[in-house]
């Protein structure tokens, strides 16, 4: 069964869940949002009717039929930028939907409207007189995706329409299929007439958003009347239907997301923030001793930040500021490695365009000298790790749908890399990487959301290596992409098989881990268990948050098991509405690995809060900057680069929940 969500934007907080949990792979089910309201009960108390229709109400469920008129049921509260969530089925014969910023005129009032009608939904902006008889609709321009402000629109040519406007409709059609064997399927966005279906609707300035079935269509609201009056008009939200057949809506909520949100500076007792640059400049850092004076030191974007302070910093390519709002950092993922065998840590950047090497100068003070490392761009999550065995680490990456691995060039120089295929055309995704031992043959495998490559043998790695299908992702929230950032591998239960601890979607939401399993033969399973979702569900430590695309792993609280660092990436496709949940605190949580056989699977995941107001770039850096034998955690992102020192104190000990409620 589908829903029928309305969501007008995505603000909340982001420590808090409640509702039951429900299966991560059901599609259209998701809550995106902590609301101001929600309806409940058998009263409509704060909503007035307009219009002759007969509205009731019985245990949270409002029923209408317009009788071959307009039914409204209207807010008593007004509002500009407005989050609704709210389920609706549509009899045959009817059309239901959502008002908002429904405006007192002389006459009547003003309105945008977004309403299913059979299989198809469409925004309009409606005029209506003072019962709420409809006067007149005008469907709405396509407005762009990646903005928050929707530009006036095109001069229309000679007899036609401007260009760019759309005609109603679901989303998700028209994606190119891949391979057979890939195990994620595509969540359909298509209409069930007739049933519950969901809808999610963004209203923020002058664009309006809808999504239908957890799918985008990224529907623009601007027309020339809100782009020119710079995003007006207020008024109350109401519930719609016309036609002849019965509506019913259900699990009604909003908030007023024209307040936002950003929480007082906290962290744990565990960590220590130091923000060491204030701008933006990169999505990831690396450590080393770049100067060779004992210290180690941090590059992120275009400097190096010296130990032991980090209050010096060099430049070591040429650097400009990005503006957050705007603009997308061009280092997604930076490393760390002697590459030329001088004794001389350089500097690799990772992703996204083409891989680039910096030879380091030696100490020298000037900018350092680069090379492309391949001749080919790689996705946004890159891991660099020794997967030989040979002392050297491989950039591990998916460029064209193709996972590869690429060596250093042992004839030195500026040589390009040599390139590795690891799968066929099609297997490769965006987000999503990781390394580890999967079936426990010694040899490191390769794993991205669609599943895991088994390493051949030492000489056998002559083609693709061998594929195994597993689900470790999803789509939903919106996003037509699936994956994470780094996939985590290792032991999580104890029982001596690997297991894989990843975020679901960079770009939505969902954290889980996947428990391995073997039969009597050693065939590999996975069975799946969810640590975080969305505002539907109950999650872990009650901690919610969206875009977990930065992640890393290690042994955080000194008990020997790793644990899982992940990080919101504040504004991930910029100030916009494009993603879930953007204006959510730029959180880093470190969910430390409790091995406990009452749990699901034998274990379970604690946050716990290393910050709140920074967040996560593309990934997390782990390293003991000060060799106290603590991992420190280093993030760089639109917020600045920081610095969490880790300030453990024992082992192997950790509250149930600590600092689950800092957001509030």
């Known amino acids: 069964m589908k829903y029928f969500f309305i969501t007008l934007l995505f603000v909340g907080l ?160 028209g994606r190119p299929a891949g391979p057979t064997d890939l195990p994620i399927p595509r969540t359909s966005s298509a209409i069930v007439a007739g049933d519950w279906n969901q809808f999610e609707v963004i209203v923020d300035f002058n664009i309006i958003r809808k999504f239908i079935n957890d799918g985008g269509d990224f529907q ?35 908030k007023d997301v024209h307040i936002l949100y950003t929480p007082k500076e906290a962290s744990s007792s565990r960590f220590k923030a130091q923000r060491i640059s204030d701008m933006f400049y990169s999505f990831s850092a690396a450590a080393a001793d770049f100067n060779k004076d004992g210290y180690t030191d ?61 030879i380091n100068p030696k100490g020298e003070s000037r900018r350092w000298d680069e090379y492309d490392a391949l001749n080919l761009n790689t996705d946004e999550v890159t891991t660099f790790k020794d997967i030989d065995g040979d002392g050297k680490p491989e950039l591990v990456f998916s460029s064209g749908g193709t996972v590869y691995y690429s060596k250093i060039n042992p004839e030195g120089g500026n040589k390009l890399w040599i390139l590795h295929a690891v799968s066929a055309k099609g297997y490769g995704l965006g987000h999503g990487i990781g390394v580890g031992d ?124 790793p644990d899982f660092i992940a990080g919101k990436r504040y504004w991930s496709h910029l100030d916009s509405y494009f993603d879930p949940y953007p204006y959510c605190p730029g959180v880093v949580y470190a969910y430390i690995t409790v091995r406990d056989k009452k749990a699901p699977g034998g274990a379970r995941f604690v946050p716990e809060l290393v910050h709140n107001r920074s967040g996560a770039g593309s990934d997390i850096t782990v390293a003991d900057l000060n060799k106290d034998g603590k991992m420190d955690i280093i993030t760089a992102t639109d917020r600045g680069t920081y610095i969490f020192w880790n300030q453990t104190k024992g082992t192997g000990k950790v509250k149930a929940k600590t600092a689950a409620t800092v957001h509030k």
């Open 14 to 173: 982001a420590a808090c869940s409640f509702g039951q949990e429900i299966p991560w792979d059901v599609n259209g089910r998701g809550l995106s949002f902590e609301p101001d309201y929600s309806f409940k009960g058998s009263s409509l108390t704060a909503w007035h009717t307009l219009g002759a229709a007969a509205w009731q109400a019985r245990n949270g469920e409002i029923t209408v039929n317009a009788n071959g008129g307009t039914a409204l049921l209207a807010s008593d509260k007004s509002f500009q930028d407005v989050a609704v969530h709210l389920l609706i089925k549509a009899a045959p014969g009817s059309e239901a939907g959502v008002l908002v910023r429904m405006e007192k005129t002389g006459d009547g009032y003003k309105a945008l409207l977004v309403a299913i009608k059979d299989n198809v939904a469409t925004t309009y902006r409606v005029t209506l007189d003072a019962q709420g008889k409809e006067l007149s609709r005008e469907q709405l321009r396509g407005a762009g995706n990646i903005i928050r402000i929707a530009p006036k629109p095109p001069a229309a040519p000679a007899g036609g329409t401007a260009a760019g406007r759309r005609r109603g409709g679901g989303a998700g059609g």
């Open 220 to 254: 623009g609201g601007a027309t020339d009347d809100l782009v020119e009056k710079g995003g007006q008009g207020y008024g109350p939200i109401a519930l719609y239907a016309s036609g002849t057949g019965e509506v019913q809506f259900k699990d009604i909520k909003y």
């Open 298 to 358: 941090i590059v992120s974007g275009p400097y190096i930040y010296f130990g032991p302070d980090y209050t010096h910093y060099q430049e070591i390519f040429f650097g400009q500021t990005y503006n957050p709002s705007r603009e997308f950092a061009l280092i997604n993922c930076q490393y760390a490695f002697d590459v030329n065998g001088d004794g001389w840590p350089d500097v690799i950047v990772g992703a996204a365009g083409h891989p680039r090497v910096y």
């Open 438 to 561: 999967i079936n426990g043959d010694g040899r490191i495998d390769i794993i991205n959301p669609n599943g895991w490559w088994e390493q051949p043998a030492k000489g056998l790695d002559t083609g693709v290596w061998k594929y195994h299908p597993e689900a470790f992702s999803r789509y939903g929230h919106w996003s037509g992409a699936v994956g994470g950032s780094i996939m985590a591998v290792y032991d999580v239960n104890g029982d001596g098989l690997n297991d894989v601890v990843t975020a679901l979607n960079a770009h939505g939401f969902g954290l889980g881990w996947f428990e391995q399993k073997r039969d009597k033969s050693g065939k590999i399973t996975f069975v799946k268990h969810m640590i975080m979702d969305d505002f539907s569900t109950t999650n872990a430590g009650g901690i919610t948050f969206s875009e977990l695309h930065g992640t890393n792993f290690a042994d955080v609280n000194g008990d020997g098991i």
